[in-house]
């Protein structure tokens, strides 16, 4: 059985054969409702912080009278940050992919919406820009450990403090200047 630890291909793979044989229309829910700036902003201004928590099992929960999204003190960069992205994908979609939900509500089985969750949350991660504005939003340490966190956080306001520095970014990486410093 595939679960949330599996590698990307096989997590994309499971959740693309679930997809053909589901009804669509949830899949256009769930493909249209995306992990965005603009749903982080909105939690942010809703008080949700992130919090690392040494006494639990699990890597990542939600409580969501708090509100705070639970992360596990141990983890690694790469998983912590997947992990941050599984609990925003299950907060993006709090009735179809609820990890609390029964399948009255919602036409999945929990490990089928805990992999689709996953899915959600990886692919997110996986864009630099979503990943810097979750880091810095909830005030977490940044992690360089792959190519989308390079380029989340290769730019940080202390290297565009040199004006010759800025101009050279600039040309390398045109499309990531657009970031406040
Ligand atoms: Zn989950």
Not at 7 to 15: A, D, H
Not at 58 to 84: C, F, M, N, W
Not at 118 to 128: I, L, N, P, T, V
Request: glycine content about 2%; hydrophobic content about 40%; some cysteine.
């Amino acid at each position: 059985m595939i679960t949330v630890n599996d590698s990307w291909p096989e997590i994309e793979q499971y959740v693309l054969e679930l997809e053909k044989r589901t009804d669509q229309e949830i899949w256009q829910a769930l493909h249209q409702c995306k992990i965005s700036k603009y749903f982080i902003d909105r939690l942010v201004g809703k008080k949700w912080k992130v919090l690392y928590n040494s006494d639990t099992i699990l890597v990542g929960s939600i409580h969501v009278t708090e509100p705070i999204i639970y992360l596990a003190d141990h983890l690694k960069p790469h998983q912590r940050d997947i992990t941050l992205f599984h609990e925003l994908a299950h907060l993006r979609h709090p009735i179809l992919l609820s990890s609390l939900v029964d399948t009255r509500i919602t036409p999945f089985e929990k490990n089928e919406r805990e992999i689709i969750v996953e899915y959600f949350g990886r692919k997110a991660r996986a864009d630099s820009e979503l990943l810097r504005h979750a880091v810095l939003s909830f005030g977490l340490e940044q992690h360089v450990y792959d190519q989308a966190s390079y380029a989340a956080f290769r730019l940080t306001p202390e290297q565009l403090n040199f004006s010759f520095a800025a101009d050279d970014y600039k040309e390398r990486f045109p499309l990531i200047m657009n970031f406040r410093v």
